[in-house]
Nanobody, 121 residues
Framework: QGQLVQSGGGLVQPGGSLSLSCAAV????????MGWYRQGPGNERDLVAT???????HYADSVGGRFTISRDSAKNTVYLQMNSLKPEDTAVYYC???????????????WGQGTQVTVSS
């Protein structure tokens, strides 16, 4: 069964940039939509951005124009480039993917382990 392995994140000053990546590894036949969600302190997990298997991206209003989602299908990897970061972007970021395994007939939802992004001076 496939799993998602995240990397990136950390501490950055307001106005700075960070990038996240998430690789799908394991028993994978096909990957559908991929995306990023975040969960701030005391908040629910909210959508940040998604990208379809065909490369169509969708962004939350709060990050549009500042964040860019992309994917490399050959590497089964999704990326999130975050620019002009604000303190309110501070959260744990989770990647997400719909994966069909080699032995499966349907797509199932998978989550990464989460990575902390802190925007603070």
């Amino acid at each position: 069964q496939g799993q998602l392995v995240q990397s990136g994140g950390g501490l950055v000053q307001p106005g700075g940039s960070l990038s996240l990546s998430c690789a799908a590894v394991g028993n994978i036949f096909s990957i559908g939509a991929m995306g990023w969600y975040r969960q701030g302190p005391g908040n629910e997990r909210d959508l940040v951005a998604t990208i379809s298997s065909g490369g169509i991206a969708h962004y939350a209003d709060s990050v549009g124009g500042r964040f860019t989602i992309s994917r490399d299908s050959a590497k089964n990897t999704v990326y999130l480039q975050m620019n002009s970061l604000k303190p309110e972007d501070t959260a744990v970021y989770y990647c997400y993917a719909r994966i069909r395994s080699n032995s499966g007939t349907i797509f199932t939802s998978h989550w990464g382990q989460g990575t902390q992004v802190t925007v603070s001076s």
